[in-house]
């Protein structure tokens, strides 16, 4: 008898020690325990944040309106991703407001960069310490005087983990979202169907896709089809580098896979977005950055 009791005391400690194990688990949504140090219950927060208060960005002269106003002029209000034009709705409106867009974004993009200038510009965002910094770059690492002057990947993949060391190195937690290079050979089949566009192309607008529009010989696909797979690998260096950082968004292509057409381009130059092709930009980002499971 005493042997009995000896065992039902002996189950009934380890069926405590399992329940009172339970109570100090994880709540079946898979949340770990608080860290040490916090209140019991308080929730951790999440590693993205939905609503940043202030944007930085950074890129090339589709990040700053090129085009969308005048001819061969910057124009940053109606940027997809700061400016402050009513029709285009920027990424940085739509999270901050008109005031503080214009109070806490800012744009330190360069007309005719490309990646290798983007160390330099995220040194530059730094220094505001943005809670995110957008990226679009990679455009004119593609638009070269021929096909073989095109950024090599691995180039263009060091110059990318350089700059977001430089960011990291400064600001471990702000929050990087990285927009897909463009189909630049969809802008060659939309563009070309436009007599004007086809001469302003001559002036020297992207020659590796766009020289000798109306050229259909072998040669001349064989040559678009080459800088439209290098456009291809860039964007999949920017997921994969994007994917080692928990704090990168990449935009999954989405801005390569938009099917724009003529009037997402702008009528100076057929080249570059015009305000509604920057108000699409600008949607597609905040969708992105906005989505709980992206």
């Not at 042997?3 to 405590?16: E, I, Q, T, Y």
């Not at 860290?35 to 308080?42: I, S, V």
């Not at 192309?201 to 696909?221: E, H, Q, R, V």
Request: net charge positive; glycine share 8%; charged share 25%.
């Amino acid at each position: 008898m005493r042997k009995r009791s000896h065992r039902v005391r002996a189950v009934l400690a380890v069926v405590a020690a399992v329940l009172l194990g339970a109570a100090g688990c994880d709540d079946g949504a898979g949340s770990a325990p608080a860290p040490a140090g916090t209140k019991a219950g308080a929730a951790r927060p999440p590693v993205w944040d939905r609503s940043p208060d202030s944007i930085a960005a950074v890129g090339d002269s589709i990040t700053r309106g090129f085009d969308a106003c005048t001819v061969l002029s910057d124009c940053p209000e109606v940027s997809w991703a700061t400016g402050g034009d009513a029709k285009v709705d920027s990424l940085a409106v739509r999270l901050l407001g008109v005031t503080g867009a214009a109070e806490r974004s800012w744009n330190y993009a360069v007309t005719g960069a490309r990646m290798a200038d983007l160390p330099g510009q995220m040194e530059q965002a730094v220094s505001r310490r943005p809670q995110l910094v957008t990226v679009m770059v990679g455009a004119n690492d593609a638009c070269r005087a021929s096909a073989s002057a095109m950024t090599p990947l691995a180039d263009f993949r060091a110059d990318f983990e350089e700059a977001l060391r430089t960011l990291r190195s400064a600001l471990p937690k702000t929050q990087v979202y990285v927009a897909s290079v463009p189909n630049l050979k969809r802008l060659w089949s939309q563009g070309r169907t436009n007599a004007l566009g086809k001469q302003v192309w001559k002036l020297g607008i992207c020659p590796s896709m766009l020289g000798d529009a109306d050229d259909l010989t072998s040669a001349a696909m064989l040559r678009r089809d080459s800088v439209q797979q290098r456009v291809v690998e860039y964007n999949q260096v920017l997921r994969e580098v994007c994917a080692k950082d928990r704090r990168c968004r990449f935009d999954g292509n989405a801005v390569y896979d938009y099917r724009f057409g003529t009037d997402q381009l702008s009528h100076w130059d057929w080249f570059h977005p015009s305000k509604d092709g920057q108000a699409r930009l600008a949607e597609i980002a905040y969708r992105r950055i906005t989505a709980g499971n992206p």
